[in-house]
């Protein structure tokens, strides 16, 4: 069985509370359970950058596979590497263009009075 907790699950609960309630859950259900991780997904939060096209060319890594996502002519995210490759993978893109299409609205209560409006969450 594979489990896939939601970003907005896990800043709303702490991750070990995450993990009890699953597994409270699916023990009830099933017996005991053995749970491991098949992935991990770090982020960081920041304000004050407006990346552009040019930008991928700052960074280093051994990815073979860049992508970039446009609208019109703003860059809207950068993808190092592919999700796909079972190694690491790295995305930036602006968080505030996702809350503005509807999704990710739990994130300004999770950012609290640092957030600037004016500027876009990366």
Known sequence: MRIQPRAWYLHAQ???????????VLEAALGPVLL???????????????????????FVGRAMSLTTFEEGSSLTGLQFGRRTSGTVSARLYDKTREIASGDGQYWPEIWGGEFDKSKAVL
């Open 14 to 24: 702490d991750p070990i509370e995450a993990v009890n309630w699953y597994r409270a």
């Open 36 to 58: 491991s991780v098949n992935r991990v997904d770090l982020f960081a939060d920041f304000q004050g950058w407006t990346p552009c096209g040019d930008d991928r060319q700052d």
